[in-house]
């Protein structure tokens, strides 16, 4: 009997102290919960207060590149309208006044009977003419009419022309697969950003000669103009304060019809233009 009181203390010491270590370990437990408990709250609060900031800035850059696109598509649209009244007061009053100008020359010369007279009117009347054509291919280059009469191809091929007459650039011109029009500014998009990458060319390369094409892709039309002229260093222009603007516009140019202006270009090497417009898949 004494051995099993013994034995039962003995069960109830070991039991108690278990009891005892378990209430201690709850204890701990508890508390390292708890002080969790208070690291995940401050936590939840950093990441609420931090996603708030990051929602803000978020609506903030939309709104920027919302502004951005507007201005963008306000920038390219008051050049084209800007060259196009000017192009209509070139072709509307200056332009009417030369062709009058040249029918009352006509009409002295035939009433002009003195050798030496006539040939100064001969010479007057010339003068008209060139100021006209002159006149005819300022107001062209304005405003392409052209290219909503008979689509890019022959409006780049009339313009190759006028630049080669009057720089003597050697430029050649391959096209496949382009569709009369584009639609959608996509004919006028790809002439300014080539009527622009040409005036460069002769502005700043000094180049012998450019070749231009003009591809149909799957989903995009490509425009590639290469001089083999001084090149330069692009990042010298793009990071000037007071930076040029051609290029920038016909990279804004591209980017209003989905599409994009790459340039490949060193000191010494030449200039490769890529413009991408993108166009409905073709059905074949
Ligand atoms: N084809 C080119 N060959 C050599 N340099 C060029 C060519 N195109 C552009 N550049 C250089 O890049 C600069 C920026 O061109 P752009 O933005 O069209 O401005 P701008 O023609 O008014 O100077 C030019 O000033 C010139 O230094
Ligand atoms: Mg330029």
Do not use: C, W
């Not at 340039?263 to 409905?280: D, F, M, N, S, Y």
Request: cysteine-free; hydrophobic content about 40%; glycine content about 6%.
């Amino acid at each position: 009997a004494v051995e099993t009181a013994v034995g039962f203390i003995r069960d109830f010491t070991f039991l108690r102290n278990i009891h005892v270590n378990l209430e201690e370990e709850v204890r701990v437990r508890t508390a390292e919960l708890e002080k969790i408990n208070v690291e995940l709250r401050n936590e939840i609060a950093r990441r609420e207060k931090f996603e708030k900031a990051l929602q803000f800035s978020t609506t903030q850059i939309i709104e920027y590149s919302r502004r951005r696109k507007h201005l963008s598509k306000r920038l390219v649209e008051l050049l084209e309208q800007d060259r196009r009244d000017m192009a209509m007061a070139l072709h509307d009053h200056i332009g009417q006044i030369l062709t009058t100008l040249k029918m009352d020359l006509e009409l002295l010369r035939k009433k002009v009977t003195d050798e030496g007279a006539r040939a100064v009117m001969e010479s007057a009347i010339e003068k008209a003419s060139q100021a006209m054509s002159f006149s005819r291919n300022i107001s062209q280059e304005l405003r392409p009419a052209m290219l909503d009469t008979l689509g890019l191809v022959p409006s780049i091929e009339s313009l190759i022309t006028q630049v080669t007459q009057s720089s003597g650039l050697k430029i050649t011109f391959f096209h496949r697969g382009i569709a009369s029009k584009l639609g959608n500014d996509k004919d006028l998009t790809l002439y300014r950003i080539l009527q622009e990458a040409l005036t460069n060319v002769l502005k700043h390369a000094s180049a012998r000669s450019v070749d231009i094409t003009l591809i149909r892709k799957a989903n995009s039309v490509l425009l590639t103009i290469e001089d083999d002229g001084s090149g330069f260093d692009q990042k010298q222009v793009t990071t000037s304060a007071k930076g040029p603007l051609g290029i920038l516009i016909m990279k804004e140019r591209a980017a209003q019809v989905g599409g994009t202006v790459d340039i490949e270009t060193r000191p010494g090497k030449g200039t490769h233009l890529t413009a991408r417009v993108p166009v409905q898949e073709q059905i074949s």
